[in-house]
């Protein structure tokens, strides 16, 4: 089991920044990767970027030179920073834990955390 706590949202205006955190907690030696998605009401939920084990990233089109993913495996954390916000990035973001123990392969999501850019 993996347990995944964000923090990080809120309201900004367009053209600012924010940034999210992603704690994990748990068997966190059984993560593979992890990602930052969004969801839109109504809408499915979109990846917005994703980084495994060695670093490798991977972003949206749509974020791709403002929003930045880290991991810092020191405190079991992922990080996205978002700079120059527009109001279509308003959303709910989920972190996902992709895990893979002796072969059982899960994800885990966060609840959720509410950014919101005001134009």
């Known amino acids: 089991q993996v347990q995944l706590v964000e923090s990080g949202g809120g309201l900004v205006q367009a053209g600012g920044s924010l940034r999210l955190s992603c704690a994990a907690s748990?068997?966190?030696?059984?993560?593979?990767?992890m990602a930052w998605y969004r969801q839109v009401p109504g809408l499915q939920r979109e990846l917005v970027a994703a980084i495994n084990n060695i670093n490798t990233t991977n972003y949206a089109d749509s974020v791709k030179g403002r929003f930045t993913i880290s991991r810092d495996n020191a405190k079991n954390t992922v990080d996205l920073q978002m700079n120059s916000l527009k109001p279509e990035d308003t959303a709910v973001y989920y972190c996902?834990?992709?895990?893979?123990?002796?072969?059982?392969?899960?994800?885990?999501w966060g609840q959720g955390t509410q950014v919101t850019v005001s134009s």
């Open positions: 748990g068997d966190i030696f059984s993560i593979v990767s």
């Open positions: 996902l834990a992709n895990t893979n123990y002796a072969g059982w392969v899960r994800d885990y």
